[in-house]
């Protein structure tokens, strides 16, 4: 910069004249040090004021050489200079100016900051951003250095594409030079990159005017918008609405879309969108309803699962950014060529489903095993179902819920997938998602589904469509076959080898049957039946379930799992007899290229994957039919015999069925025996109550032994064995309670019921020690109750001693000896009426003429009254031998030469006082003559 001089034509400003008009003293001269010294002042002054004109204006009519004159002149007009710098080359003298000072130094004035400032701004205006930043930065707080700091990375940020440091650093320079554009610009460029194409525009149009690539991003969004107007938006976040969910104005990410809630949003931003819509002013009942929603993790991950997923959002937002209006009718191709791993979703969401469905089933045909891409087609077919169904098209929404459950099913069986999807949901949320969330999750969505089909159901029901009803009956019943195959073949370790499977895979009869793998579950079928004919594991029980589970049989064994018995049995096909199945083919069991060949086989295949490689496969399939229906009738006749009056009659139906059918098949024994355990099992039960409810358990139990044992006649030797023992038990038990237990419960007894009871328990089961005890004690106890009549006593009595003659020869109890003591006080009751005074008189002194028994030989005294007692009888005298045998028999129990003596008598006395009746029989049917 030039040194200005006094002779320069530089004015003060206007106004700044009088400000230095030099003073003056009336009639003298103006002394020279007193105007230098108030000329310098009233610089200085201007100095502080910061008028720099003013100053220099001061400063060029002093003398350059007084004091700091000259220094000071070119100062001021460096700041002169400053103020008015521009362009690159005004900055340019300003720096020369400052550093031509920072060399003389300026009293009080530190020129070498203001260099470097003046450096800065000839940096900036040159668009040096890096030494901008770099100098700015250095500055510190000095006047305006952070602004231009901040705008000179911003303009960093800009030139490298880095939009949010851009963005940040502008926020930081509000009004400085073109900031506000810049940031403007910036923010649209991170919207426009997150796809949020109309925000974007917004922004665009707040740069608008003072950059023109603004405008030019501006137009385009807008006529991208007009094209796609369903893709603005569509990257912001990592899941996706389908658009029939999204016309619901309750749909809860739709309802809190303004306070900040999408799909990826944390669990706290979820939590606090109350407080923002509040601020707002007050809040809808969707909000409300919304919110509950998505404030507990369990439900808010159920409605994510039926959300569709981004496979690669990244690629996506290039593909976005990437497009251009001028494509046309050609942009969503384009998209989709861009993007081919979102290419469904796109097309769905361009309100394509069924060339999105078609796209998801191509691959999913490639790749069965492929559970990502599942998971898009099952969420599709299933808003597809509710949108026909609530459309009115309820036959194509069958048909739509077909393949959806056959889809759902799969998919909720792959435990990997879902550890995976369980591990995207903790991030979005920032909260710990546990496997056990994860396991409620798929249960509960396999509940949804159940909801589903039983409020569509009940819809049609109250609206009389019963065809409609019906087949949601259907679908329901294709649902629990679909996640009943899964289970058991994920049980087997499931399919092998799958395509797009991590591991293996776990599917139902109506996927298997979609993706067309009948032939590896066949081969998977034929080899687990092998291993468990060896005795390998999984077992046959769990190879049996698998081919149940992949053939006709598949509705009645699914329905059968969850305890709809009814249902299972109506399900169920009719069963030929092993003497009508159509011929075997050789061919599967030995190759498989064969079933190419015969549409025999291709056609069972379809129907029966599991049995198409088994040998004799048409008589396994019957076997197994036949297993399955006798299963389901035990369950039922099981649930009836339960169930109360009625209940015994419908279990014998049951029964009577279950036989029959098992003749089709050669299997009547086994379910015979499976009936028996049924039986047995019941009655257990019925036993084992207690209390005044004993008696009505007892005579069911009773009843339903002997209704088995007609329903199942003929039975073998075993199992006809086996029933009438514990039809003795059962009679036995009753009797006691006829005749004894009952009376404890305030009734009263029933000696003839007990009787009864007990004599046919006996007659069934001749070892019963129960029976045959209790049926003693019944006669011995109860005489008082029965008759006072000494023959019909006496009658009692033999038959008692007789009963225990024969229990006491099979074993000896307390119970038989304490019977026994009171049937021979009872004999000697008897005996001391007959006698008389004088006969016991005679009695008691030929005893005490006897010398005393040798309690260490009781036997030999016992063998010696016996010998007495016959020695009487020959003589004709039964009470002296019945005396006699009455000693012997307390004194020996055991020998049965004595009871039967004892019996003997009896039975002559009884002769004797009954002449004209019949000879009594023994157990044997003989006469005890």
Known sequence: MADPTPGDNTRPPPGEEADHAPPSAAGDAPDHEALHLYLYALARTHEVNERWQGAFGVYREMDEGWADVGVRRRYVWARVEEAGAEGVEDWRRVVEAYAALEREGVPGVDVAARGRYARVRAAEAEGDWAGVAAEADALGAERDAPAVAAYARGRLADAHQEWQRAADAFRQCPGHRDADAHLAYAEGRLLEAAGRWSAAVAAYERAGGALDRADVRCRRLRRLVGLLPWADGLTGAPLVADPFAVRDQAFP???????????????????????????????????????ERLRLPGRRLQLDALLYRWHSPAALRDALAGLSPDDGPGLLAALCERSPQDAPLLLLLARDREAAVAEWERRLTAAPGDMAVLHGLAAARLWQAQELEQSGAWEHAVHAWESALAYWATLLSDDEYWDGWRAERAAAYER?????DMASLRWELSQHLFGQLSAYEQRHTEQGRPQQAADYQ??????????GGARVLKDVGGLPSVPGAGATLACGPRYLRLLRLQEPL??????????????KDPGEYAVRELRWAFSELAPGFALSEVRKFEAALRSLPAFRTLTTLPEDCAGPASRSAHTDECAHCRDFLRRNPAYVRLPRRHARLLQDGVELAVHVRLALARTALTRGDGGLDEALTHWRELVKVSRNAGMQARSKKAVIRT?????????????????DCLDEAVTLVESALTVLHPLDRELLSQLHAK????????????????????????????????????????????????????????????????PARLKLLHEALGLLDVGLGQALTHRYRET?????????????????????????????????PDDNDLASWA????????????????????????????????????????????????AELTPDTKPLENEEGGSVA
């Open 253 to 291: 990410y739709l309802a809190l879309r303004d306070a900040g809630v999408d799909p990826g949003a944390s669990m706290d931003i979820v939590k606090n969108a109350s407080y923002a819509l509040l601020e707002r002013g007050s809040m809808s009942w969707h909000e409300r309803v919304a919110l």
């Open 432 to 436: 710990d998602v546990t496997h056990d």
């Open 474 to 483: 259907a679908l329901a019943a294709l649902l629990e076959s679909e996640l």
């Open 522 to 535: 066949a081969e998977l079928a034929a080899g687990l039946d092998a291993a468990a004919q060896q005795g």
């Open 679 to 695: 039986v047995l099992g019941r009655v257990e039960a019925l036993a084992d109550e207690d209390g005044v409810q004993l008696g």
């Open 727 to 790: 039809l003795s038990a059962l009679l036995s038990m009753r009797g006691v309670w006829r005749g004894y237990t009952r009376t404890k419960h305030g009734m009263r007894s029933d000696m003839h019921g007990a009787e009864a009871d007990l004599r046919r328990a006996l007659a069934l089961n001749p070892e019963s020690s129960h029976a045959r005890d209790n049926l003693a004690r019944a006669f011995v106890f109860t005489l008082d109750e029965r008759t006072y009549d000494v």
């Open 820 to 852: 026994l003591g009171e049937a021979l006080d009872e004999m000697e009751k008897l005996l001391t009426r007959h006698l008389g005074v004088a006969g016991m008189g005679a009695l008691i002194r030929s005893d005490g003429q006897e010398a005393p």
């Open 863 to 910: 063998a010696e009254l016996t010998d007495r007692a016959e020695r009487a009888l020959r003589g004709g005298d039964i009470l002296w031998a019945l005396h006699h045998l009455i000693r012997a028999t307390r004194a020996e129990p055991t020998d049965s030469r004595i009871r039967r003596a004892l019996l003997d008598a009896v039975h002559r006395w009884l």
